[in-house]
């Protein structure tokens, strides 16, 4: 490498309630010499972000602006709504956007759902943040309606959810520049949010296994005689007694009787 060279590095840019805590994982064990960088960022600038080159990828939540970028939507998230553990829709376990027609419907400026008509009744102002809009819920203020993962980053103890059917869903989708090839290492972070396994025909090229090395031959197994190094048939080693019956067998000496003089 010479001094003009940058070593290659990852931007993964994710936005609130993304949790790339495995993927990362996968990548520093399939890439160790690639460093990833994460970059938190709102779901507003997180189009922008990507845009300019602040990150290669990132985690955002659909819909969005899709201008000069590419997008794989990877999942859809349950929708719920946010309330203090006394209330009477703690009681069950799901309920209607009907449900909240007496309920003062928080409806905080970075709100990622997409509604056509918000349930309840519109609160005096609308909160800055979904944390601000937190804050209210446990003040008593109204309710709050998010993406599931948003109720459990900001948990407390005194407000708990419930899963509100008949609402629009937030969809999470993998998006980075467009171009008419995704860099390798675009490639690569797709083929580990997907399951692609190490070996996989896309993504890096994987290592081609080593050929085995021949085993090489004993010496001494060569030395050794046939059959374990029995006598072969036919052969009478010294010592061992002959191989005719009794009376000598079949081609051994006759014993005559001794000759008179």
Do not use: C
């Not at 290492?185 to 296994?209: A, D, K, M």
């Amino acid at each position: 490498m010479t001094g003009s060279e940058t070593p290659p590095s990852f931007r993964l840019a994710y936005v609130p309630g993304v949790t790339p805590t495995k993927w990362v994982r996968i990548w520093n064990e399939r890439l160790p010499d690639v460093p990833l960088t994460l970059v938190q960022v709102t779901p507003g600038e997180a189009p922008a972000l990507l845009r300019g080159g602040g990150a290669d990828a990132g985690f955002v939540r659909l819909p969005i602006d899709r201008t000069d970028l590419s997008a794989i939507p990877l999942y859809t998230e349950t929708t719920v709504v946010v309330i203090p553990k006394d209330h009477l829709i703690a009681a069950v376990e799901e309920v209607s956007t009907g449900d909240l027609a007496e309920e003062i419907v928080l409806h905080p400026l970075d709100d990622t759902l997409d509604w056509e008509q918000l349930p309840g009744k519109p609160a005096i102002a609308r909160p800055e943040t979904t944390e601000d809009a937190i804050e209210l819920v446990a003040a008593g203020i109204g309710v709050l309606v998010v993406p599931q993962s948003l109720a459990r980053l900001h948990h407390r103890k005194d407000l708990t959810y419930r899963t509100l059917t008949e609402a629009p869903q937030s969809r999470i989708a993998l998006s980075w520049p467009e171009a008419d090839e995704a860099p390798e290492l675009v490639e690569e972070f797709i083929g580990i949010v997907r399951g692609r396994t190490v070996n996989s025909s896309r993504g890096r090229t994987p290592t081609p296994p080593q050929p085995k090395k021949a085993k090489r031959p004993d010496p001494a197994a060569a030395r050794r005689k046939p059959g374990g190094g029995k006598p072969t048939a036919g052969k009478n080693p010294r010592g061992a007694s002959g191989g005719g019956a009794k009376g000598g067998g079949k081609g051994g000496a006759k014993r005559g009787k001794p000759r008179g003089r």
